[in-house]
């Protein structure tokens, strides 16, 4: 009796099935009432997808440039490491401020200058450095400064007065400006197309900012605790000589030119904007100098507002000539982006928020508190464990939440840690108000980081990677500076009247004011971004993939079922 080839193809296909998971073949054929047999709409059942290939296809494919996946991790944990380098740097110019202003004989805001140098000079340098990752070479740039940075913070340790450790502490700031323009630039030349993966990459890059700086706390204060601040120093120089030899196997070559002589890409240089440089290092050099000389030399001497005049004006001229030079720093057309200008004035006020209140409660607890080095890195430490926790709720949601319901609540962590700080007093509960407030001020810092990192990669072409991280990180690191400038103003100068000299803690209330003043900015001006989620991979390649496998499957199935015909008919 011959069968229908309608019923002979449901059979061989269920006898395929059945023989590759190991069950004995049974050509009877299925009610259509089995579960089983009934096929998943627009599933991935239906597209013939096994379950790895599932994975595969939602989470993205692994980078061409990375040989294998455990590169791939140690690149994407050395790109967390650069982001972290400055902010680490912070850190530990937190925990070591009581004990290096008593060795050195250090003032107030020579304490200030010894975190705000490393972003001034960070800052001023990021987008030159990344123009030049871009034209020369990101690998290259990157284990230079992974190496300068190890070298130079060893004299830190050995620094005799204020001065030598001022000087080293910029020129530790050019090192850390070499390495996050190259290592943004080949993450996001190598993860180009949105996915999951992508998504995961960039929290675990995002969270270098905040947990460098909570990191640099912990480490180093354990190091001081144990010996001295000198060696917190030496520490960290052992820490980047280790990264700086790793560097050289995991960083891959994603470069923005094909392979060419050192002297035919020296020929680029023509194009390096050197005006825009000059104008960007000195405008916010005199700017931030004096914003930090203001409290203490007096705000009507003539030297500290010709600093202020003239760095405003260098600016400004920063900005018109960047509309002019055919390859700026900047250039002056992302800023047409409604969202990109929203996306950085949120971060900025954010950050400006995040860093200011957690220099000023580590110096609370130092000061105040007559805390050890040590129980000032273990009160800080559910900085840390939170900061892990939220960037990897950070790389799962963004595909999935409205990425503008995160910017906000992000900012309104940072308006609650503010809040929360200003009302502290000496006596609180360290559980009530420090822990929550900790827990908070992470929160939006790495919510925040997240979403911006990933629009403003996006809002470049690929060859000017690097220089969009440049961008990012230049507002990052001049808002840094210019917060402590700010900050440290408002603390000398309530310091020095009668309220603050009866009330040791009133200046700190005032600086976390200031705080809280910078949050509520980044609430006010969050809600007017307008994005949708990030990282979803494109429909069509999913499509095309999907439809690869289910011609491959039907090809397949029609050739058994045309073999099993010409049997029945022999």
């Avoid at 609370?364 to 939220?390: D, E, N, R």
Wanted: proline share 4%; aromatic share 10%.
């Amino acid at each position: 009796m011959a069968v229908p080839s309608e019923q002979l193809a449901e059979i061989t296909e269920v006898s395929h099935d059945q023989s590759r998971a190991g069950i004995g073949t049974d050509i009877t054929p299925k009610s259509p009432n089995f579960k089983e047999n009934t096929p998943t709409i627009n599933g991935d059942e239906e597209n013939g997808l096994s379950r790895i290939e599932r994975i595969k296809t939602h989470f993205g494919d692994r980078p061409e440039c990375f040989k294998n996946t455990f590169q791939e991790i140690s690149f994407v944990f050395q790109a967390t490491v650069a982001t972290a380098t400055t902010s680490f740097l912070t850190g530990v110019a937190l925990i070591i401020t009581v004990p290096v202003s008593q060795d050195l004989n250090m003032t107030q805001g020579e304490i200030a200058w010894i975190s705000a140098s490393v972003s001034l000079v960070a800052g001023a340098l990021q987008l030159a450095l990344g123009q030049l990752a871009d034209l020369l070479g990101r690998k290259l740039m990157y284990i230079a400064g992974m190496g300068s940075f190890s070298a130079f913070v060893l004299l830190v340790a050995f620094s005799q007065n204020p001065f030598w450790m001022l000087i080293v502490c910029g020129i530790l700031g050019a090192c850390s400006a070499m390495v996050v323009p190259p290592a943004i630039g080949i993450l996001g030349a190598a993860y180009a197309t949105p996915s999951k993966r992508k998504n995961m990459a960039f929290s675990a890059f995002s969270a270098g900012n905040p947990l460098g700086f909570v990191f640099g706390t912990i480490i180093c204060g354990i190091a001081t605790q144990l010996s001295s601040w000198r060696a917190a120093f030496i520490t960290l120089c052992i820490i980047w000589a280790v990264f700086t030899a790793h560097a050289i196997w995991a960083v891959p070559n994603v470069e923005n030119f094909d392979r060419a002589p050192l002297r035919q890409r020296l020929s680029t240089l023509k194009q390096f904007d050197y005006v825009g440089t000059i104008l960007t290092i000195f405008g916010t050099g005199m700017f931030t100098a004096g914003l930090t000389l203001g409290p203490e030399d007096g705000w009507g001497r003539a030297h500290v507002i010709a600093l202020l005049v003239v760095g405003i004006v260098l600016l400004i001229i920063f900005v018109l000539w960047e509309r002019i030079f055919p390859t700026p720093l900047m250039p002056p057309h992302i800023w047409k982006d409604r969202n990109f200008s929203l996306i950085i004035a949120v971060v900025l006020f954010g950050t400006m928020s995040f860093t200011s209140s957690g220099f000023w409660t580590a110096f609370f607890l130092q000061q105040i508190k007559q805390y050890s080095t040590l129980m000032v890195a273990v009160h800080l430490l559910p900085m840390a464990i939170a900061g892990l926790i939220w960037n990897i709720i950070a790389g799962r949601i963004l595909h999935r939440v409205n990425n503008t319901a995160i910017m906000v609540f992000g900012a309104v962590c940072y308006l609650g840690a503010s809040l929360l700080f200003s009302f502290m007093k000496p006596e609180s509960n360290y559980w009530a108000f420090m822990f929550p407030a900790l827990i908070l001020n992470v929160a939006g810092a790495d919510l925040q980081f997240n979403v911006a990192n990933m629009y403003v990669m996006q809002s470049l072409p690929k060859h000017q990677q690097s220089l969009a991280g440049g961008i990012f990180n230049v507002v990052i690191r001049l808002s840094n500076a210019a917060v402590m400038g700010i900050s440290t103003a408002v603390f000398s100068s309530v310091e020095l009247t009668a309220e603050g000299m009866a009330d040791p803690m009133l200046k700190f209330t005032r600086t976390f004011q200031v705080s809280v003043a910078l949050a509520a900015a980044s609430v006010l001006f969050a809600p007017f971004i307008r994005l949708g989620t990030q990282g979803n991979q494109p429909k069509g390649e999913n499509q095309e993939k999907n439809q690869s496998s289910k011609s491959t499957e039907i090809g397949t199935s029609a050739g058994e079922s045309e073999l099993e015909e010409k049997k029945q008919d022999m």
